[in-house]
Nanobody
Framework: VQLQASGGGVVQAGGSLRLSCAASGRRLRPYVIGWFRQTPGQERNVVAVINNNGDRIYYADSVKGRFTISRSNANNMAYLQMNSLKPEDTAVYYC??????????????????WGQGTLVTVSS
């Protein structure tokens, strides 16, 4: 499976962006999907995770109430809706799939396939 993340850009604080993750080569339905982000010199951190059915979701405390993760198994897509963006949300955002799990996984090292990353810049 290959993942293609898109939707990043430059936005003012308080604005919104919607990231998309398109999968090809395999159906995503059986697998957990995560969104992660990374800033220069920092570790990649989990932002949000959704299980295979979409009925279990995890959010990092820093994005709760502002970000929404979703998936469309029919379209082989995942999304991250980001509202009320803050300058500290500036990062490269990655989507990833754990081909060994359907349920919530928070450790990035368990994820097998990664998209190429999309840059989100929030200006103050």
């Amino acid at each position: 499976v290959q993942l293609q993340a898109s939707g990043g850009g430059v936005v003012q604080a308080g604005g919104s962006l919607r990231l998309s993750c398109a999968a090809s080569g395999r159906r995503l339905r059986p697998y957990v999907i995560g969104w992660f982000r990374q800033t220069p010199g920092q570790e990649r951190n989990v932002v949000a995770v959704i299980n295979n059915n979409g009925d279990r979701i995890y959010y990092a405390d820093s994005v709760k109430g502002r970000f929404t993760i979703s998936r469309s198994n029919a379209n082989n897509m995942a999304y991250l809706q980001m509202n009320s963006l803050k300058p500290e949300d500036t990062a490269v955002y990655y989507c990833a799939v754990d081909l060994n799990s359907a349920q919530i996984i928070l450790d990035l090292h368990d994820y097998d396939v990664w998209g190429q990353g999309t840059l989100v810049t929030v200006s103050s």
